[in-house]
């Protein structure tokens, strides 16, 4: 049955009811139930009338034809022909058993939804639907009645003896009903209500995403609880992320490779380095799983996504997200309930609109392909709960393919590949370096500024205590290592600003002292009259938060109702007899106000401002309360181990032992969990204070059966260790694999520090691919200077190409002497300042921005045979004729992100290759018929595009041609299509013909991959 045929049976079948009820609805019921040529007959006098009045019904038939015969064409398209058989017999049977005279028209108030309600309620619906036809057939009928209630309101209404005299003034009834059927809305199964509403609706959620989301807490000290809320698109700093995938860019570069194999030792380094900024990495991949530990900034990073969404402000590889609209998710408000239906996800941000959301808006967005969803701490669920949220997934991504999704994790809740089948690129985000660490103080400063009220000192000193804090940061290697991650460096700019140099040495003093400040001496440092009335001290307000601390982990939750949190306060101060004030919900009032860790996320809900001080007054109540035997019972847990480790560092001795010791035990006798374990007692090292003779054995046992790091997950997650693991590290790499050599050294360089620097200094002998690799990888882990000079200059790098991740990299470069490749991968100006380098062979840029000046290339840099020069969609190109005159100059990569004019592009002595990458259609590759010395040439479009002048390199003869993201298929259905005359052509991910035998050209060798 085709879309127009079933269309057509509905729309004789609500004409011919419509005529029914018009002209029999007030009579006896057996004339009511008359066919429609037997009422008019009866009804209507004389034979004219009466084909006349057919007629009519016949055109209103036709307009109901025109309206349903779209709708079906989309929705019949999952369904065999049973299928819509059986969904078009069961929409006409329902009509024709249902009561549709003008008292039930009446009773529904003419109301179409009214009129479903009870239609469905009375008549029994067909039996022996699919799903997907149960579902087609509920939003046909629902659409047939709609166009009879209408067509019914539009008729005249009958007057027999003035039936003649209506038939004359109504020139056509037809034409007049499609008018009004013309004007309902466009419904389908995901507009049941139409569209029109979804333009205003948009507007106003985007302005709501915005506002709400754009807030970041500074963690400083304020007399004003909201002006701690400083603006995140002010405060934002871009991270770095790694992944085992590839990140960005670079996978995609991966996936089409250059056909060079003299090249191929270059191309594996470019395409797999490491440490891309996130935007860019994100921008390489649809679905993306990423992963920090506790405080990395993942939270923030999707508020940041949802924010710059809903402004349409994305720049570089994520100007391509502009037009999304951002569906924010958090996971821990749905621990312990079902996970949200695509209607829900916006509760939580956009709660206070959802009730005016037009029908079905979520779902569109979602089918259209413009949603950002962003899925935030998978992590804070229990671990079936994390399975439902894989299955969510999975099922949400079958039925819309095309969403682009970004998930969060720390890195124990989720393994790399956890959502691997779901197709998810894994991303890490990596701690911050040196360079991302004093962006960072700078930017909170600015953000502090912005604020301009409520600071410790006064505004115009601001700037005096930044720089005081950089040098320390600087001159003090530790508080480098300290401050590895966004929480921890916000705490430190904080602590600075309220005390200057009265910094902390490890992460328990951080988190004790910014508690302290945040809890009591904020307020009390400045008379605040409410905290000097309150009568809670420092002590009893922290015996408090970490009652409510452990109630909400003990129960594996992070927040908690208000008048929940009041019951557990009050039931605390009924014990603290020197506390005046009893009632909970008082005291919880005061401490969510003035406290500075709690929070309201969503009204009448409660948590703490960061998880991180759950989990560190969590740990503090376990031994204060000697709840130590919970904590062994739950030490293979995720949702543990932060509150594990810190509570090691609050245990006193006899507590120490038996923790460590009774992880330890469990992983003897657990060999499920005893990988995992033995890493928990590892990382307790970095927080307790000494361990017994005895113990401190077995924690060596227990480090050197890790060890060596062999996975690729190892190097992060032994670096949680910390600092003590440096000591269980070789001296020398000569015994280790070459694989287990890369991963020590990554994992020394992700513990950072000077002990760390030092130890990568002995391993420069190493001569191993892999190791020479880990080692100029690693640079950006420390002070670039220091780096240089210690590990780089003592290194052969005449076939390395180290990365500038960085300004500051680029006079240490200079003291490089064997430097012959480069790879600039933050925003480079200027190429006469490459004149300062020594003679390179091999150069490429990746984050090029603006108009480009390439006539200083063939002065500074004469000996270079390879060239990339890729960036942003602003980047475009000088003098590119200059490229001409480098005489060793043999491949060529571009990067095209806007449209460029290649007619300047001419064949140097020796340039033999060029790879264009990030081609879009307005290029005019025309230019290039006079590069006849090219060997191969690489075409890689944006989006499955065609550039212009396809046909004109193709007809290049000798040629090894191969073009990837490009739509062949349309190309070659082009007027006057010429096959290609090249030596080879090679199809990467392109749009393909569905006849295979349709890439069959004479003399041309075709691969596709």
């Known amino acids: ?112 939804a009214e009129m479903v309600r009870r239609i469905t309620g009375s008549v029994e619906p067909p039996v022996g639907l ?60 995901f507009a049941p209500e139409g569209t029109d509403r979804d333009g205003e609706f948009r507007r106003r959620y985007l302005e709501l995403v915005s506002t709400t989301l754009d807030e970041v807490e500074l963690f400083r000290s304020t007399s004003d609880r909201s002006a701690a809320q400083a603006r995140l698109s002010v405060a934002y700093v871009s991270l770095r992320a790694t992944g085992d995938d590839g990140p960005g860019r670079r996978a995609r570069a991966r996936s089409v490779p250059v056909p060079r194999p003299d090249m191929s030792d270059w191309e594996e380094e470019f395409g797999e380095s490491v440490g891309l900024r996130v935007e860019t990495a994100l921008g390489g991949a649809s679905r993306v799983l990423l992963r920090g530990e506790a405080g990395s900034g993942k939270t923030t990073l999707l508020r940041w996504l949802a924010v710059t969404a809903a402004r349409g402000a994305f720049t570089g590889e994520l100007a391509g997200w502009n037009g999304l609209t951002p569906v924010f998710v958090k996971l821990r408000e749905y621990s312990g309930r079902p996970l949200p239906k695509p209607e829900a996800m916006l509760d939580s941000v956009a709660g206070t609109i959802t009730g005016v959301m037009p029908r ?29 949220v894989r299955e969510w997934l999975r099922r949400l991504l079958a039925a819309y393919r095309d969403v682009r999704v970004v998930v969060t994790s720390r890195p124990a809740a989720a393994a790399a590949d956890w959502l691997r089948r779901e197709e998810f690129t894994a991303l890490h985000l990596d701690r911050m370096t040196p360079p991302d660490l004093a962006s960072f103080v700078r930017q909170w400063h600015h953000a502090v500024r912005e604020l301009g009220e409520g600071l410790p000192c006064a505004l115009e000193e601001l700037p005096r205590y930044e720089q005081s804090l950089l040098n320390s940061l600087k001159d003090r290697p530790h508080l480098q290592s300290l401050a590895g991650t966004p929480l921890l460096a916000s705490m430190l700019c904080a602590m600075h600003l309220n005390r200057g140099s009265q910094l902390p040495r490890d992460r328990m003093e951080l988190y004790r002292s910014a508690l302290h400040t945040l809890v009591h001496e904020r307020d009390a440092h400045r008379n605040v009259p409410s905290a000097v009335d309150d009568g809670l001290s420092l002590k009893d307000k922290l015996v408090l938060l970490r009652d409510l601390a452990w109630r909400l982990s003990d129960n594996n939750r992070t927040e908690i109702s208000l008048e929940q949190a009041g019951v557990f306060v009050g039931r605390k101060l009924t014990g603290m007899r020197h506390v005046d004030e009893q009632d909970g919900g008082v005291v919880l009032d005061r401490l969510r106000h003035r406290s500075g860790v709690l929070r309201s996320p969503a009204v009448g809900r409660l948590d703490f401002v960061h998880r991180t001080f759950q989990e560190y007054l969590a740990a503090e109540e376990a031994a204060e309360e000697d709840r130590i035997g919970n904590l062994v019972e739950r030490a293979h847990l995720d949702l543990w181990r932060e509150t594990i480790i810190m509570a090691a560092g609050h245990a006193n001795r ?45 924690l060596d046992e227990a480090v050197e059966r890790l060890l060596p790091p062999r996975r690729e997950t190892d190097p992060v997650a032994l670096a949680a260790v910390g600092v003590s693991l440096l000591r269980k590290l070789p001296r020398t790499l000569s015994g280790l694999t070459e694989k287990a050599a890369a991963r020590t050294v990554e994992t020394v360089a992700l513990i950072g520090g000077e002990e ?76 006469a300042a490459l004149a300062e380098l020594p003679s390179l062979s091999q150069l490429a840029f990746y984050s090029l921005r603006g108009e480009v000046d390439l006539s200083p290339l063939p002065r500074t840099q004469p000996e270079l045979s390879l060239l990339a020069l890729l960036g942003d969609e602003s980047m475009s190109f000088r003098s590119l004729g200059a490229l001409a005159e480098l005489p060793q100059l043999s491949m060529l990569i ?84 010429v096959p290609p005359k090249v030596r080879s052509l090679s199809l990467y991910d392109c749009v393909l013909p569905e006849a295979p035998d349709a890439l069959d050209f004479p003399g041309v060798d075709v691969h596709v991959h």
Request: glycine share 8%; proline share 5%.
């Open 1 to 112: 049955m085709s879309a127009e045929t079933a269309a057509l049976r509905l729309g004789t079948t609500v004409a011919r009811s419509a005529a029914q009820a018009w002209l029999g609805g007030r009579r006896r019921e057996q004339e009511r139930r008359m066919s429609m040529a037997e009422l008019v007959e009866l009804r209507v006098p004389g034979l004219p009338l009466q084909r006349r009045v057919t007629r009519q019904f016949e055109e209103i038939a036709d307009a109901v034809l025109a309206r349903l015969a779209p709708f079906i064409e989309r929705e019949f398209r999952a369904l065999d022909e049973s299928g819509r058989r059986a969904v078009i017999d069961g929409v006409c049977d329902t009509i024709a058993r249902a009561d549709l005279s003008d008292a039930a028209i009446l009773a529904a108030d003419a109301n179409p």
């Open 130 to 189: 699919s799903e997907t036809e149960e579902r087609l057939y509920r939003a046909l009928f629902a659409e047939c009645c709609e166009y009879f209630v209408r067509i019914v309101r539009g008729l005249p209404v009958y007057e027999e003896r003035a039936l003649t005299e209506l038939l004359a003034r109504t020139t056509s009834l037809g034409t007049e009903i499609a008018r009004i059927l013309e004007q309902l809305p466009d419904r389908s199964l």
């Open 360 to 388: 079905a808006w979520v779902e569109r967005q979602l089918a259209a392909g413009t949603a950002l969803l962003l899925i935030d701490g998978v992590d804070e669920l229990l671990d079936g709960e994390r399975r439902a």
């Open 654 to 698: 006899p507590q120490r032992e038996e923790l460590l010791g009774g992880i330890l035990d469990r992983a003897e006798g657990e060999p499920r969990h005893a990988r995992k374990l033995r890493l928990l007692a590892a990382s307790c090292q970095e927080t307790v204070p000494e361990v017994s003779q005895e113990l401190g054995a077995r």
């Open 756 to 831: 760390a620097l030092a130890l990568l200094a002995g391993y420069i002998d190493d001569t191993r691919d892999d190791v020479v690799s880990a080692l100029i990888k690693s640079w950006r882990y420390f002070d670039a200077d220091a780096y240089a000079h210690r590990v780089l200059s003592r290194m052969p790098l005449e076939r390395r190409s180290p990365e500038l991740t960085h300004p500051g990299q680029w006079r240490a470069a200079l003291r490089l002497p064997s430097l012959k490749r480069l790879w600039i991968s933050y925003p480079f100006e200027g190429m």
């Open 894 to 977: 571009l990067g095209l992100n806007g449209v460029c004019d290649l007619s300047e592009l001419r064949s140097g002595p020796k340039l033999t290759h060029l790879s264009l990458w990030d081609v879009p259609e307005g290029v005019d590759l025309g230019a290039l018929s006079d590069c006849s010395g090219f060997d191969g040439l690489d075409i890689f479009g944006q989006q499955k595009c065609l550039p212009r002048g396809l046909d004109t390199v193709a007809a290049l003869p000798g040629l090894a041609l191969s073009l990837g993201n490009v739509d062949v298929a349309t190309w070659l259905r082009s007027p006057g299509f």
